[in-house]
């Protein structure tokens, strides 16, 4: 996905950088698989804040995805790869041999025309957009769109250029490197999908100005030391002060490096090796 500039013909457009969209090959959705969203401006049912920095945007339509990819047996061709407001990733419409027509998340390399499958079968091909149980997936393969309980539909790594890695196979678990650097199990019958998600350089796009955040809905944030010590932990002081204590969010857990998991969690058993931060100058699993 290449990245576009412009001529700097204002302060706005001089740092900024777009998605020139070379890849999609359809302007308008499937309406059939399209429904309303309702927009919440962060608040709940009683009219209260619930999450910050939430109001405005521009009017979007929500496209049905299929994360479980259950659909066994039917091979789709994919009809075009379109843009969704509602995530990083493109998405790509199949049209199935008996009809049906579904949206997927598009993985890098899938173009229209190509076919795609899901199943269970130990002989269905290991291509980019194949969805099958991690007990058939074979070792050191990309996957995305994974499950983390059979039948639920995929639930991590489903973003722009999201990658994990499978790098073994044992007693019905399956253990994933996932792209934060966290290596966990899974049990084996959860399903994922081969290849990397595509939109890749999304990660690269400089937003330029505020305006364009406000039109994906995303208001100001105010740091914590800038405000009231009323207001957030890191407030207050005399003059410009750096906080008086380590990182920490409005509620005072910890903000950069600190672990915030509970230990007593019941999967916390299935994480092998925590994810690594920067702080830890460990490497991750990076995009390409």
């Not at 910050?52 to 521009?58: F, L, Y």
């Not at 998405?91 to 199935?96: D, E």
């Not at 920490?248 to 672990?259: E, L, N, Q, R, T």
Request: hydrophobic residues 30%; positive net charge.
């Amino acid at each position: 996905m290449p990245i576009k500039t412009y001529k700097p013909t204002s302060a706005g457009r001089r740092f900024s950088s777009v998605n020139a969209f070379a890849e999609l090959t359809r302007n308008e959705p499937e309406k059939s698989l399209t429904e309303p969203k309702v927009k919440t401006g962060g608040r709940n049912h009683r009219g209260w804040i619930t999450c910050r920095h939430i109001g405005g945007g521009h009017k979007q339509l929500y496209r049905r995805i299929d994360f479980k990819r259950n659909k066994d047996g039917v091979v789709a061709k994919v009809e075009s790869i379109e843009y969704d407001p509602n995530r990083s990733s493109f998405i790509a419409l199949l049209q199935y041999a008996d009809g049906e027509k579904r949206y997927i998340l598009a993985p890098q390399g899938v173009k229209v025309g190509d076919a795609i499958e899901s199943g269970t079968r130990p002989d269905i091909e290991k291509t980019p957009g194949n969805a099958m149980p991690l007990e058939i997936v074979p070792v050191g393969i990309e996957i995305h769109n994974i499950e983390m309980k059979p039948g639920q539909g995929g639930q991590i790594v489903r973003s722009a250029g999201g990658v994990a890695r499978l790098i073994g196979k044992d007693a019905g678990h399956a253990t994933i490197q996932l792209p934060s650097g966290e290596v966990r199990q899974i049990n084996w019958k959860c399903r994922a999908t081969i290849g990397q998600i595509g939109n890749a350089d999304w990660f690269n796009i400089r937003w330029g100005k505020a305006g364009r955040m406000r039109y994906r809905g995303i208001r100001p944030s105010v740091r914590g030391v800038a405000q009231n010590p009323v207001s957030h932990p890191l407030g207050g002081g005399e003059g410009r002060s750096g906080g008086g204590r380590h990182p920490v969010s409005k509620w005072g857990v910890p903000a950069k490096g600190g672990k915030t998991r509970n230990p007593r969690k019941n999967s916390s058993s299935k994480i092998m090796r925590r994810r690594m931060t920067v702080r830890y100058g460990e490497s991750v699993l990076r995009r390409r």
